[in-house]
């Protein structure tokens, strides 16, 4: 109704709205971007060092082809199996092991290079950027200019970035960060938070997002506000039209495993657990209970 034909997910660490969103955005009509805030390591994913490894960097990844989307679950499970210190991390070599078919935002005011510039330290921000630009190629990372005009940090933040992006012949692009359709919808997703965090509504020491707007606003209002960045409006297009992720549904993915001669799938699967109940506990209690569980 608002006029977009295309729209983007990007949950925070996670692909599991993935499949319902492409279903779903392909019904409506709409193209399905597929996507993931991720949380950047400051060294390594794997470092885990009280008040220095728990502070991240947000960085959005956008599937540009289905080799991305590939690369993104590997991200992802890497970030999970391996990086997971408060919260699932992934790292820079990470990011350069896995960044074919990969698109990268700057990201919100939690992103490393806008956290650089909200402090005034140019060079940290223009080295976090050549690290950046140097990981995904100057084609495929862009500087993410987030339409919130009622926060003063993000608007000083987008003039910083507009000038670091003009200044090293970077690319700009505008988003829109939309947690909901609608204004009114603000009040329930405050009333999410404070049940997520365990905190009232009349806490005043409580999260609360109901500061910035989150709707899903019309695209002319995004437009008239950054008519004076042309080039901004123009690669939200581009990139649109650039990603192109497929998923072939109805269709088992799981990989096929041979089974010796005489076994079915099933037979084969409960020979196997029985030697791991053996293995794992051995002649004791917990074997009755593991394996009344197993079957």
């Keep these: 109704e608002l006029g977009y034909d295309s729209i983007a997910l990007t949950d925070r660490h996670a692909l599991y709205g993935a499949v319902d969103f492409y279903e ?27 008040n220095i490894d728990n502070h991240t960097s947000n960085l959005v990844l956008l599937c540009e082809t289905n080799e991305g989307y590939q690369n993104l679950l590997k991200l992802i499970s890497t970030s999970y199996l391996d990086g997971f210190y408060y919260r699932p991390r992934v790292d820079k070599d990470l990011l350069r092991e896995y960044h074919a078919g990969l698109i990268a935002l700057s990201g919100d005011l939690k992103g490393e290079i806008p956290k650089a510039l909200a402090m005034h330290d140019k060079e940290r921000a223009g080295k ?137 799938d099933n037979s084969y699967l409960q020979k196997l657990c029985e030697v791991g109940l053996t293995e794992r506990y051995g002649d004791t209690d917990k074997m009755t209970e593991a394996r009344e569980r197993l079957e």
Excluded: W
């Design 24 to 50: 779903s955005a392909h019904k409506a009509g709409l193209k399905p971007i597929i996507g993931v805030i991720v949380s950047v390591a400051p060294n390594k994913h794997t470092d885990r060092r009280p």
């Design 128 to 264: 976090a950027l050549n690290e950046y630009r140097d990981i995904f190629g100057p084609e495929h990372f862009f500087l993410e200019l987030v339409h919130h005009p009622e926060s003063p940090s993000q608007n000083e933040v987008n003039q910083l970035l507009t000038e670091l992006g003009k200044r090293t012949g970077t690319q700009l692009v505008v988003t829109k960060e939309a947690h909901y359709l609608n204004p009114d919808d603000a009040e329930a997703l405050d009333v999410l938070v404070c049940i997520h965090d365990g905190k009232t509504l009349e806490d005043p020491n409580r999260m609360s997002l109901a500061t910035v707007d989150l709707s899903l606003c019309g695209p002319d209002e995004i437009i008239a506000a950054y008519q004076h960045l042309p080039e901004a409006i123009e690669n939200t297009r581009k990139i649109a039209d650039r990603c192109n992720v497929h998923f072939e549904l109805g269709k088992n993915h799981l990989p096929a495993f041979d089974v010796p001669y005489g076994e079915t």
